[in-house]
């Protein structure tokens, strides 16, 4: 009966110790099992929005247990908003590498490297891996081939990009088809740059007869013959823009003036000049080209006057109350150049006006484009 307190005592010690044993077992399990503790912790800290300590429980998680792949597809994420886009790069390739991924998680993969290059400026590795997400994918999603395109577009892979709108032109947002008259276009432009002039033009000519309303293929197919030194194939070319598109003549309108004098050419250009005059869709834009020609070209600033004002009565618009503006004063008619300035602050336009603005990153250039020198996107000038 006297040992009976230290019999007990001896149970509860050993029953301490069993059950410690258990728990300790238990953890060190369950860290074996997949880094659970840090890996959990992390997901907290994210949770919490507490980015570095998910970044810090994300690397002790990876020293634990190296098979579990989110542990480095999120880590490799996180660093990459973080600006370590090279440390991103690494850990995201390295799963590349792994054996035995299933293919939504290869997909998911593809899809971090894409963004890592892209955060890394490398467009042309960004296509590459953006083109290998597409390939993985039966039938690939509208964003995974938005973004590949944009990518084929920023390094100017005009072939490839072409192929891929052709090939998918269902999942695309933009218009295809003029869409791949731009790209025709541009591989014109790149032919020209080589002095491949005749294969060139035809890409050109591909250009319209995928759009047939594609002004930039009319405005360097002009430009191109010009080049060639045959001004009367140019403005051809930019006749064909002006009848079949007049509000976009406007475009070409300042090429014109740059045709040599030859007396042939002067007729049927002024031929041209009347023709849009007295075109009544010829539009704001085009209008106010026509009056600077007059007043510049044909030395007729009552003329360009009166165009503008029948245009104002149609559609003011503020390029219109602008020209106006500068011509009354150059003819020193003061008060009522006063009285059109007050109509350009009417409608809060007063600035410069600038002439060509890219939609995408809002750049202004001084010539029309159709691919931003900027930001690289095709198509933001609205043209
Ligand atoms: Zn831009």
New binding site residues.
């Given amino acids: 009966m006297t040992d009976s307190p230290l019999f007990e005592i001896g149970l509860f010690v050993m029953m301490f110790a069993a059950i410690g044993t258990v728990l300790w077992y238990s953890l060190r399990q369950k860290n074996r099992d997949g880094g659970e503790t840090h890996y959990v912790r992390a997901l907290e800290a994210l949770a919490e929005g507490d980015e570095v300590q998910a970044v810090a429980q994300f690397k002790a998680a990876a020293r634990e247990n190296s098979s579990n792949y989110r542990i480095y597809l999120l880590l490799g994420d996180l660093l990459r908003r973080q600006g370590m886009r090279e440390q991103a790069l690494k850990l995201h390739s390295d799963l590349t590498l792994r054996e035995g991924l299933a293919a939504e998680a290869q997909l998911k993969v593809l899809r971090s490297l894409r963004r890592d290059y892209e955060a890394l400026e490398d467009a042309q590795k960004g296509a590459g891996i953006a083109g290998k997400l597409v390939s993985l994918q039966n039938r690939p999603d509208g964003d995974a081939l938005q973004q590949w395109v944009a990518l084929l577009e920023k390094i100017s892979d005009w072939e490839k990009a072409a192929e891929v709108v052709a090939k998918y032109r269902m999942k695309f947002r933009f218009n295809v088809d003029r869409r791949l008259a731009l790209y025709a276009v541009f591989r014109g432009m790149q032919l020209g740059e080589k002095g491949e002039r005749e294969a060139a033009r035809a890409q050109f000519a591909a250009a319209l007869k995928s759009d047939p309303g594609c002004s930039a293929a009319y405005y360097h197919l002009g430009k191109a013959w010009l080049a060639e030194g045959n001004p009367g194939e140019a403005l051809a070319a930019w006749r064909r823009l002006c009848e079949s598109r007049p509000e976009q003549a406007w475009l070409v309108l300042p090429e014109l003036a740059k045709l040599p004098p030859n007396d042939g050419l002067e007729e049927a250009r002024n031929d041209l000049i009347r023709q849009l005059a007295g075109q009544k869709q010829a539009g704001s834009k085009t209008i106010l080209a026509l009056a600077t020609w007059l007043a510049e070209q044909a030395k007729d600033p009552d003329g360009a006057l009166a165009l503008l004002e029948q245009q104002e009565k149609i559609a003011p618009a503020p390029e219109i109350y602008r020209a106006k503006f500068r011509l009354l004063m150059r003819k020193r008619k003061y008060r009522l150049a006063a009285e059109q300035y007050q109509g350009l602050l009417d409608q809060e336009a007063a600035g410069p006006g600038a002439p060509f603005v ?1 939609n ?2 809002n ?1 202004t250039f001084d010539q029309p484009l159709w691919q ?1 020198p ?2 690289r ?1 095709v198509d ?1 000038f609205g043209l």
């Fill in positions: 890219c995408g990153c750049q931003c900027g930001c996107q933001t």
